[in-house]
């Protein structure tokens, strides 16, 4: 059980162009989910907390207008990068807590974006 | 601020306990110790979590000194399979959505 699947594992996208991350608790309901970036060698940096239905909210130096976050459901999250920079090539991450379970988080198997 | 501090890089001989320790001096009364494990170019895997006692599951054990101000987590035959990066994250509760933030880790490399 509290299973997350990201989607697509891998993507590879012309620098200028959007592209959306998908982040889907399977057998679970999250009304919070988590995204978060790794760069190369780095540890995890949260990027925004994804509330069911309604903003998301952005850790600092996190552009809202770059990076958009959707959560219209209770088992659904997407990461929407805009305007695509090589520099914003990394590995993307979801998280979601499932309610039922005391234990903390459970984490998608990420995204690796490379804007070229 | 960071709220715990680990060794950057552990070795481990192969079938042998590998002891990783985690320092976290400023830990709060309601907040847990968990650790999670990232094998390369994966999601973060949970291994185990405590409040004050010691935990044990079919991964890991977890020790946590009388003050709290430090564990060890504890994988009691590690295999080639364990190796990767090993966070240490101290969470007040279990019941909450509070965000859950990691600090550089240890990177723990089991050899042969």
């Known amino acids: 059980g509290a299973v997350v699947s990201q989607h697509p594992s891998r993507v590879i996208c012309k620098s200028g162009t959007s592209v959306k991350i998908e982040c889907r608790s399977l057998?679970?309901?999250?009304?919070?989910m988590f995204w978060y970036r790794q760069f190369p060698k780095k540890s995890l940096m949260l990027m925004a907390t994804s509330n069911e239905g309604s903003k998301a909210t952005y850790e600092q130096g996190v552009e809202k207008d770059k990076f958009l976050i959707n959560h219209a459901s209770l088992t659904l999250s997407t990461l929407t990068v805009t305007s695509a920079h090589p520099e914003d090539s990394s590995f993307y991450i979801c998280?979601?807590?499932?309610?039922?379970?005391?234990?903390?988080?459970?984490f998608g198997s990420g995204t690796r974006l490379t804007v070229v | 601020d960071a709220k715990t501090t680990q060794p950057p890089s552990m070795d481990c001989a192969e079938g042998r306990a590998a002891n990783l320790p985690c320092n976290h001096s400023t830990i709060s009364g309601n907040e847990y110790v968990y650790w999670y494990r990232q094998i390369h170019s994966q999601g973060p895997q949970y291994i185990i979590h405590g409040l004050k006692n010691n935990e044990t599951n079919e991964m890991a054990s977890l020790i946590i000194t009388e003050d709290r101000k430090s564990s060890t987590l504890i994988l009691p035959h590690a295999t080639l399979r364990d190796t990767a990066v090993y966070y240490c994250i101290v969470r007040a509760s279990t019941y909450n959505n509070n965000d859950m933030r990691f600090g550089a880790g240890t990177r723990l490399t089991v050899k042969p």
């Open positions: 998280s979601a807590r499932d309610s039922g379970r005391g234990y903390g988080y459970t």
């Open positions: 057998d679970f309901q999250a009304t919070t």
